[in-house]
């Protein structure tokens, strides 16, 4: 043999050697990760618990590749039954947390409506707390009288001859607002004023616009038509003198009516 | 006579060595598409990459079957099966998982809700 072709030789030799001893290993591996990946599973009650055909199928892949290991010439077969094995060791362990998960998602979705009802039942007493604290508010603001409860909004409202309601109404009209929504069966009369200045028929027209104008926010604020009704009074029924300007913005003026609680009106004046 | 003899023996054997050969998967196969289609019904894509691998030994899988190469289409089409099958658990792991933080989220809210009111 000459020197090349005994190098040749060599390096054919060793080529094999390599191959040879780099498929071994390789099974050797996967059978190993096989065994581990089976070894966690087995362990794992939950595991035996709601995967137990998968722990089972790993387990017998695994003896499978085990046994084949010891024949030469399977390195192929050995690989496939440790990655099979591989598999169903993975799959049990993916099963075990998807049933751990929906056994918990069960728990704490009867946490959410045991929440769900508390929440509802504290809404609902503030609620009442609310009404009471409302009811009281008007009652302080409002003033029984021989039509009923009446609730007067401040001669600030309006302008002089103006109908449209200044900005300083809307706190007073929410609570309204809300005390209607909070009694359904009570309705109101919105009752409009003005002072003496103008002609009779310029203060009947002037003060059912503002009626009208304090009738419309409750409407818009989600209060039924059906329980209100807006009127005008003109210069009728002054609270107090029309001499001074003082005395005349007071009398510009809207009262709110209220029914009882069974809806019943007192009648118009 | 005798040679006639030997040759059914010989055609027997022959015929014999055919059945222990490997026989064409085809339950197998059906059993690997049906697992492919089920892990694609639950929305496993490219995302998984045991969703990737069985794709492609299924197309190997049914390129060995066109081959007769049966052994190989076996191999394959097992391994694609529980690839397949390890991507459809992965998926409804992670819904699961998914849908735990948001149970988790509504009871923190309900909590903080609850502790607002009182």
């Known amino acids: 043999m000459n020197p090349i072709a005994y190098r040749l030789f060599a390096a054919a030799v060793a080529t094999v050697l390599l191959t040879g001893c ?29 995967a137990p055909r998968d722990v089972i199928r790993a387990g017998d892949s695994l003896s499978r590749a085990d046994r084949l290991s010891t024949y030469w010439g399977s390195d192929a077969d050995v690989q496939h039954y440790a990655y099979l094995s591989q598999r ?80 300083a109404a809307n706190r007073t009209l929410l609570k309204l607002v809300q005390f209607l929504q909070l009694n359904p069966r009570r309705v109101v009369r919105v009752e409009g004023y003005t002072d003496n200045r103008g002609s009779r028929e310029e203060n009947l027209e002037l003060s059912k616009a503002r009626a009208q104008a304090v009738a419309d926010t409750l409407i818009d604020l989600g209060i039924d038509q059906s329980r209100i009704q807006a009127v005008g009074y003109g210069a009728d029924f002054p609270v107090t003198e029309n001499a001074s300007s003082r005395g005349r913005a007071q009398n510009r003026r809207v009262e709110i009516v209220f029914s009882d609680d069974q809806g019943k009106l007192g009648s118009d004046r | 006579m005798i040679h006639r003899r030997t040759l059914a023996i010989a055609v027997a054997l022959v015929a014999l060595a055919g059945c222990t050969k490997d026989p064409a998967p085809i339950e197998q196969m059906r059993l690997t598409e049906q697992a492919v289609a089920q892990a694609k019904a639950v929305g496993a894509d490219e995302q998984i990459p045991e969703m990737v ?32 099958r390890l991507a459809e658990g992965r998926v409804l792991t992670s819904k699961s998982e998914k849908q735990l933080a948001d149970l988790n989220a509504r009871i923190k809210r309900l909590h903080k809700q609850l502790g607002a009111m009182q």
């Open chain 1, 22 to 50: 780099a498929t071994e290993p390789d099974a050797e591996q996967s059978l190993e990760a096989a065994r581990d990946s089976f070894q966690k599973v087995k362990e794992d009650t939950d595991a035996l618990r709601y």
């Open chain 2, 53 to 84: 691998l069985a794709e492609q030994k299924l197309a190997r899988a049914q390129k060995n079957m066109n081959e007769q190469d049966y052994k190989r289409a076996r191999m394959f089409a097992e391994q694609a099966e529980l690839d397949a």
């Open chain 1, 88 to 167: 169903y060791s993975a799959i049990a362990a993916e099963h075990t947390k998807l049933s751990v998960n929906q056994e918990r998602q069960a728990k704490l979705q009867m946490d959410v409506e045991r929440l769900q009802l508390n929440l509802r039942e504290a809404k609902l007493l503030s609620v009442q707390q609310q009404g009471k604290w409302l009811e009281e508010q008007i009652n302080l603001a409002a003033t029984e009288t021989n039509r009923g409860l009446v609730l007067t909004l401040g001669d600030v409202l309006f302008d002089a001859s103006d109908a449209e309601l200044k900005p």
